[in-house]
């Protein structure tokens, strides 16, 4: 993990979070006491292990607020399997959508990524020693010492001398690869392909999960083949690399952990919750509420605790944290089915973010906006610098364009920033060359984008 769960107390979790993300305290506070509860929950006796489950949470609030981006990167400070996905595209296909369960087969294919990941960086000194060598026995192939007796001893010194001087020439040329001295030659290698067919299945339909299982049963069975490239030792290298790698990690044992990982540690962030609710009414015939409630009653038992089964084995997501997210513009959380209503225990209310708050998204969090355009100018050894009161008068603007036609959040800066330099954007490094220093000024800023809040038929073209 990138840190220890023991390490990280909800103090810490939530300084984390305030990195990356402005406000919204409370949200920050249950997500951090969640994830610590994990560790409480696998440092527990084995049989409370089993009967503690996470507090699951619903996080209610306008679009661009931080809902998604809370649960990432608590994710990402747990080092856990994440992925995120909309419920309103479980109801694309007839009443019921997709198969809800492939949430949980893409959690556990994260999973896999991951500890595959993980165990690749592990083996990653021995596996380049190996590519070292092929690459070596194809430059300078190498030459065995003599072994048995001869009537003629000279010959056995001459192989001797022979091995001797053929080891000193390929450790000579092994520092040079290390170094890169050698990264444009061109060698010959083979590259190891299984030819997997692309099956069409007549009648009836099949899920995606067993199309996968049936499209690897057949690449397995099927020969691998090896084919001659002609590449740079440094391409040989990474694709040498990659098949070594691969030769040195046990797959059973990877899988087995990805399990483990995605039960224990996995994140599933449903969006759009709110899409899938409907306003309670008196009639009880069919139509879209039919559907969006067939759908909740299809995430009911993977949310509460089921057995899935994925191509790597069969997964239980009882301990799976579920997080779930939504506007709640329109329906409200009670409009929900019960049942689903108790699978989410922990509601939390995320403010709107106010023109104070985006002056501050855009000066401190690390991947502030701003920050992200000083390095892309910093690229074009260009200089770039928001004056205080700039920043100030771009949050203004933002603000009040959300005011005025579509409150988006945060999202909104993206596009207020994005006219503000798309012209020194455009002039770079044509116009305004290496070594120039821009300074953005409240002048500058009202001087570009004052036209936009002015005119509101243009502000209601703009994302």
Do not use: C
Request: charged content about 30%; overall charge negative; glycine content about 6%.
């Amino acid at each position: 993990m990138t840190q220890s769960l023991k390490d990280l107390t909800p103090r810490q979790i939530v300084a984390e979070l305030d990195q990356y993300i402005i406000g919204q305290n409370d949200a920050k506070r249950n997500v951090a006491i969640a994830l610590r509860n994990r560790w409480r929950r696998m440092n527990s006796s084995a049989d409370m292990q089993r009967e503690i489950t996470p507090n699951n949470i619903l996080m209610i609030g306008a679009t661009g607020v931080g809902k998604t981006e809370i649960a990432r990167r608590l994710a990402k400070i747990a080092d856990a399997p994440f992925i995120k996905v909309e419920a309103s595209k479980f109801t694309e296909v007839g009443y019921v959508g997709r198969d809800v369960e492939s949430m949980v087969r893409d959690l556990v294919e994260q999973s896999v990524n991951m500890v595959r990941a993980a165990k690749k960086e592990a083996v990653q000194v021995r596996a380049q020693q190996l590519v070292e060598d092929a690459i070596l026995d194809i430059l300078i192939p190498p030459v065995k010492p003599a072994n048995g007796s001869s009537q003629l001893g000279f010959d056995n010194e001459k192989k001797d001398s022979d091995a001797e001087l053929n080891e000193r020439t390929r450790e000579r040329f092994r520092d040079k690869i290390r170094s890169g001295e050698m990264d444009d030659r061109k060698i010959e290698i083979d590259v190891q392909q299984t030819q997997t067919p692309n099956i069409g299945v007549m009648g009836g339909a099949v899920d995606d999960m067993s199309m996968m299982n049936i499209q690897e049963m057949i690449g397995g069975m099927m020969p691998k083949r090896g084919k001659k490239r002609k590449v740079t030792i440094a391409e040989a290298r990474k694709i040498l690399l990659e098949e070594e790698a691969a030769k040195l990690i046990d797959m059973d044992e990877v899988k087995e952990e990805a399990i483990r990982k995605a039960e224990d540690a996995g994140i599933i962030f449903i969006d759009e919750i709110d899409k899938v609710a409907s306003a309670r009414s008196g009639n009880g015939g069919g139509g879209p509420d039919v559907s969006r409630e067939g759908v909740q009653r299809d995430l009911l038992p993977i949310v509460e605790g089921s057995a899935v089964n994925t191509k790597y084995g069969v997964i239980h997501t009882d301990h799976i944290l579920f997080i779930a997210a939504g506007a709640f513009h329109v329906a409200k959380p009670s409009d929900l089915i019960p049942e689903l209503q108790g699978r989410f225990p922990i509601r939390v209310e995320l403010q709107s973010l106010s023109e104070d708050d985006f002056y501050h998204i855009l000066k401190e969090p690390k991947n502030a906006l701003t920050k992200q355009y000083e390095a892309m100018l910093e690229a074009e050894n260009v200089g770039l610098t928001f004056q205080d009161d700039s920043l100030r008068e771009i949050a203004r603007i933002a603000f009040e364009v959300n005011g005025e036609v579509e409150n988006i959040g945060a999202r909104r800066l993206q596009t207020v920033l994005s006219h503000l330099m798309n012209d020194f954007m455009f002039d770079i490094p044509d116009v305004i060359g290496a070594n120039a220093h821009v300074v953005v000024t409240k002048d500058l800023v009202n001087e570009k984008l004052n036209g936009l809040v002015k005119n509101r038929d243009l502000s209601q073209f703009i994302l």
